[in-house]
């Protein structure tokens, strides 16, 4: 949440700024600024809105080769020009951008102000500014390190001061932060998107650490400023998997990517001969796999949905007990941590707060965690014991969806595994592995459906409320085509397990309420066609999203029909067609659907 970039070398810093500012807007986008180095000083320019709306209003002369930027996603004080960072000190000395959150802002805020500080803005952050301007130390990192010192929570900081104009001084504590190097100019960003068109090597900053960053290169210290030693490394990325291309949004271009980022999490690890999954970044021996007694899944969001799928293959193929649980709920619960239970964190951008809160809780009371996370030497990829990683590609739209499919695949991956040291036979290993190696080509023909859908959702963005039912496999994509409706297209859409419709929800079923309920071709059928009629009795309109054998007994429904899989793997071939529905919807209502209102892409804040 929130982004960070900064720039310091021999070039004007705005246009870079600004180009990384847009890149990273899918991170928060509500108010956006910057600040640069002139040779008058400290110059700023923030203001509520788009970093479009930035850029059209600055200043004719805003030139300076060391300058920081931010966009914002408001957590302290309501998106407003006063609250959009860069803050600067009382002297506008020193300005600041910052991501995370200061958890004792407010008594810092009343310390300051006693000291006579006058508070411009309701923002946590603004009292960062002050605490760097206020310190007698001599050098900057001196300043930020003392400043940081008074702080409790959460950062990743870019700090500018008029006094050293050569440097920015970046610190990371919970909120990603790395420094990229050019050729005699160097970078900082809290994501790569940032500064990709110009450079991909790079250095992490781990938590706890300070960085002062010249057009010459960086060096790194702990907060008490003793050195520490970082490497560099060039990522393999391609900058043009940052770019939409030809597609309206990266939403629409993250879909029609799924059946390529598919193969790419699946290749090298399926074993034909043995009927099994190769993953090697687990770190775990077949002893040790085969005493694994329980998977506790953990994720926020969507991944949390797909951990519930996760959980299922894990029990059907490995036969182990196994579920899924909000990361943000667990750790608040006092869990209890077994040593014979695998747990199991699920991220596309590896940086979910809640998720890395709660690897953290598990590890420090002795447990097991791997990850499945997308993003390469992200937070949670490197806290936890081992890993698969998701290979989907960048991910920019808010709403995701490559990623998730490729964590379904990483779930089938590791039941396979858990499931060829115990029980599973080498037969249904093979079976499976079929299954996967065809679903690259089945993904492309729920993709082909596209026109139908975009009809079909043209006909839903009408109607106020939807809901969206299955049972048991089919719950978690009925949560996820939910949860994928709501958050593009504002629309209320509610998930429940259609076994649970009678129960109360039915009471809401109308002719102005559709339901979009999954069936797929299973030992469920005959039930869930009930419960479809059940429906239908009640006059609620219904679209079926299932499989061509399925018999739906002469039921006014519209069909949505996906190429049958194997029964383990069917429900991400039944979520595709639910994405579709949920980007022609927010199309429709002329939504933007990469950014939707009140989102942003990574949850780094609690
Ligand atoms: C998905 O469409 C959502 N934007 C959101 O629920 C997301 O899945 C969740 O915030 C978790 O993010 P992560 O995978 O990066 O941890």
């Given at each position: 949440m929130c982004g960070i970039v900064?720039?310091?070398?021999?070039?004007?810093?705005?246009?870079?700024?600004?180009?990384?500012?847009?890149r990273l807007e899918h991170r928060g986008y509500d108010s956006a600024g910057l600040a640069v180095?002139?040779?008058?000083?400290?110059?700023?320019?923030?203001?509520?809105?788009r970093v479009r709306d930035l850029a059209g209003g600055l200043p004719k002369r805003f030139a300076g080769k060391v300058g920081i930027g931010h966009t914002r996603w408001a957590t302290h004080g309501p998106a407003n020009d006063v609250n959009a960072h860069p803050h600067t000190d009382a002297k506008g000395d020193v300005a600041i951008v910052h991501n995370g959150i200061i958890d004792n802002a407010a008594s810092l805020r009343q310390r300051l102000a006693d000291e006579g500080v006058d508070l411009v803005?309701?923002?946590?952050?603004?009292?960062?500014?002050?605490?760097?301007?206020?310190?007698?130390?001599?050098?900057?990192?001196?300043?930020?390190?003392?400043?940081?010192?008074?702080?409790?929570?959460?950062?990743?900081?870019?700090?500018?001061?008029?006094?050293?104009?050569?440097?920015?001084?970046v610190a990371r504590n919970g909120s990603p932060l790395l420094i990229g190097v050019g050729e005699k100019e160097m970078y900082v960003a809290s994501d790569l998107a940032a500064i990709v068109r110009h450079t991909t090597t790079v250095a992490h900053l781990d938590d706890g650490e300070i960085a002062t960053v010249t057009a010459n290169g960086f060096t790194t210290y702990r907060l008490d400023l003793t050195r520490t030693a970082r490497d560099v490394t060039t990522l393999d990325i391609d900058p043009g998997s940052y770019e939409a291309g030809d597609h309206d949004s990266f939403m629409h271009k993250e879909m029609l990517e799924q059946p390529a980022a598919a193969e790419r999490v699946l290749r090298g690890r399926l074993d034909e001969r043995f009927g099994t999954a190769h993953l090697g970044g687990l770190n775990m021996d077949a002893r040790e796999t085969r005493a694994i007694r329980r998977v506790k899944i953990l994720g926020c969001g969507s991944a949390y949905y797909v951990g519930q799928m996760g959980a299922s293959l894990v029990e059907e193929l490995a036969r182990i007990p196994a579920d899924a649980e909000a990361a943000s709920e667990f750790r608040y619960r006092n869990p209890i941590i077994e040593p014979d239970t695998l747990y199991v964190a699920v991220s596309q951008s590896g940086e979910t707060i809640d998720t890395l809160l709660a690897v953290q809780e598990i590890r420090r009371k002795g447990g097991r965690v791997i990850g499945l996370v997308n993003v390469v030497g992200s937070a949670i990829a490197r806290e936890c014991d081992g890993g698969i990683y998701l290979h989907a590609g960048p991910e920019v739209a808010v709403a995701s969806t490559k990623a998730l499919t490729n964590m379904f695949l990483g779930f089938a991956l590791l039941a396979l595994q858990l499931g060829r040291v115990r029980d599973l036979?080498?037969?249904?290993?093979?079976?499976?592995?079929?299954?996967?190696?065809?679903?690259?080509?089945?993904?492309?023909?729920?993709?082909?459906?596209?026109d139908a859908l975009a009809e079909l959702a043209g006909r839903l963005a009408a109607a106020e409320s939807l809901f969206f039912v299955g049972r048991v496999r089919g719950f978690p994509v009925a949560r996820e085509g939910a949860q994928k409706f709501k958050e593009i297209s504002y629309r209320h859409a509610e998930a429940y397990q259609t076994s649970e419709l009678k129960h109360g929800p039915l009471a809401l079923i109308s002719e102005q309420v559709p339901t979009i309920a999954v069936v797929p071709y299973d030992e469920l059928t005959d039930r869930n066609v009930g419960a479809l009629h059940e429906i239908a009795a009640r006059r609620g309109p219904l679209v079926v999203v299932t499989h061509a054998d399925v018999d739906l007994g002469g039921l006014d429904v519209t069909r949505i029909d996906v190429p049958r899989s194997e029964r383990e793997l069917d429900p991400i071939l039944l979520t595709i067609p639910l994405q579709l529905l949920a980007y022609h919807a927010a199309l429709e209502l002329g939504h933007d659907i990469d950014k939707p209102r009140n989102l942003a892409k990574s949850v780094t804040v609690e």
């Open positions: 900064g720039y310091v070398g021999a070039q004007q810093a705005t246009p870079v700024l600004l180009e990384g500012l847009t180095l002139a040779s008058s000083g400290i110059k700023v320019a923030k203001r509520a809105g803005s309701d923002t946590d952050s603004e009292v960062l500014a002050h605490l760097v301007g206020r310190s007698e130390a001599d050098t900057l990192e001196g300043k930020v390190s003392e400043a940081l010192a008074a702080v409790e929570g959460t950062y990743g900081l870019a700090v500018l001061h008029a006094d050293f104009p050569d440097r920015i001084v036979s080498i037969a249904d290993g093979r079976r499976l592995i079929a299954g996967l190696d065809r679903l690259p080509e089945l993904i492309e023909q729920v993709l082909a459906q596209e």
